[in-house]
Each structure stands twice: as structure tokens, then as C-alpha cells.
T-cell receptor, first 114, second 115 residues
Framework: SQQGEEDPQALSIQEGENATMNCSYK?????LQWYRQNSGRGLVHLIL?????REKHSGRLRVTLDTSKKSSSLLITASRAADTASYFC??????????????FGTGTQLKVEL | DTGVSQDPRHKITKRGQNVTFRCDPI?????LYWYRQTLGQGPEFLTY????????KSRLLSDRFSAERPKGSFSTLEIQRTEQGDSAMYLC?????????????FGPGTRLTVL
């Protein structure tokens, strides 16, 4: 079953604009991760934020985490056509042996137009 | 770049047939995962190996599904007596233990179509 949902389900913006996607989840987490998926490169890890962190940056990406509201947001600044993809948040629960079970949301389809 | 590879990339089969998929993880990665993704949804966890030991299985993994990682390197996922509901993308991921976090690197997936 899906952990939560991303909002919006679809987003269309112009190149150069910022894109914000939100993710809600249901259970306690060890960390939350964001992934990008497109037909060309499959599912690619973007950024990880631990449960004791509130904000994290990586290049043009900014992620926030609010564990009290069980929500996260991903901001992509100065978007490019190459950012067109589906974006998923995934919460991680620790498994036996220390692995992480990722539970993905339903995704946001981002389209960046020239 | 030796990322995660999966074979075949596409498989079309008739209902009732058995299929087997292979995953080759990044060479030094000791953890391996299988996920399934249906159209319009995010991936769902199926099972997890640490080295050759299968440590976790989802309830999604019915008795028609079996996964192995015999020497702690490549893994196979077999589906027996396929059903139309098995049609999905099957994704493999691998990771290397670094503290409590576990960045998983995904392969391109095997798209299964059951007719």
C-alpha cells in the first residue's frame, strides 16, 4: 500500500520558474527520500533528509521535513526542460539487518515547458 | 559506469506461464531489493536481501513468487503461473551499508506483460 500522496498530482510550469511538490505520509519514519523517474533514466535518487533534520539543500533542490505534520516538500528552483519527470517521495523504515524499506507515494508529474 | 542492470528489459508472456527475471547489483553492494510498480503508482516493496540472506518479504509476495540471491551477488525473481494482475514493472535496487541510511540505486526495470 502507498504511504501517502504527493500534491499536486500534476504540475506544468515554464522554464526558469520554481516547482514545489508536497508529500504527506502516515507512519513514523527514519528518513524521507525524494526520487525522480523518467523513461530515459529510470528511478534516480535525488536527496535524503533524516527525521531529525528540518531542511536540506542539494544544488537546485531544497527539501523540508515537518515530522509533526508528517509532511515534506521538494522545491526545484530555476527549472529546466530536463527536469520534466515524475517525482516521488519515499519514507524509509529500518529492516532487519539495517536495510531500508522504502514506501513510495503516488508521485507528481512535472512538466517544464520551454 | 557499472550501475544496476536487469534482464530482460521487457517480457511478454501468456497467463499461466512461468517467468524469471535477473538483477545484477552494483558490485560492492551487499543489499538488494525488489520492488513492483504498476501504471500511475509508485514502486511497492517486495523483498530484501543482505548478502545471500532474504531478510524481509512483503505480503505482496504471494507463494507464486520466489526470489533468490545464491552467492550474494546477482538475484533472480521468479513468478510461477503468471496472472494478468502480475503485469507491472519489476525494479531491482542495491545499496551499500553506510550507517543507518541506505541510498538505493535502481536498475532500469523489467516490464512484464501477461496476456
Amino acid at each position: 500500500s502507498q504511504q501517502g500522496e504527493e500534491d499536486p498530482q500534476a504540475l506544468s510550469i515554464q522554464e526558469g520558474e520554481n516547482a514545489t511538490m508536497n508529500c504527506s505520509y502516515k507512519t513514523s519514519i527514519n528518513n524521507l527520500q525524494w526520487y525522480r523517474q523518467n523513461s530515459g533514466r529510470g528511478l534516480v535518487h535525488l536527496i535524503l533528509i533524516r527525521s531529525n533534520e528540518r531542511e536540506k539543500h542539494s544544488g537546485r533542490l531544497r527539501v523540508t521535513l515537518d515530522t509533526s505534520k508528517k509532511s515534506s516538500s521538494l522545491l526545484i528552483t530555476a527549472s529546466r526542460a530536463a527536469d520534466t519527470a515524475s517525482y516521488f517521495c519515499a519514507t524509509a523504515a529500518i529492516l532487519t539487518g539495517g536495510g531500508n524499506k522504502l514506501t513510495f507515494g503516488t508521485g507528481t508529474q512535472l512538466k517544464v515547458e520551454l | 559506469d557499472t550501475g544496476v542492470s536487469q534482464d530482460p528489459r521487457h517480457k511478454i508472456t501468456k497467463r499461466g506461464q512461468n517467468v524469471t527475471f535477473r538483477c545484477d547489483p552494483i558490485s560492492e553492494h551487499n543489499r538488494l531489493y525488489w520492488y513492483r510498480q504498476t501504471l500511475g503508482q509508485g514502486p511497492e516493496f517486495l523483498t530484501y536481501f543482505q548478502n545471500e540472506a532474504q531478510l524481509e518479504k512483503s505480503r505482496l509476495l504471494s507463494d507464486r513468487f520466489s526470489a533468490e540471491r545464491p552467492k550474494g551477488s546477482f538475484s533472480t525473481l521468479e513468478i510461477q503461473r503468471t496472472e494478468q494482475g502480475d503485469s507491472a514493472m519489476y525494479l531491482c535496487a542495491s545499496s551499500l551499508r553506510r550507517g543507518s541510511t541506505d541510498t538505493q540505486y535502481f536498475g532500469p526495470g523489467t516490464r512484464l506483460t501477461v496476456l
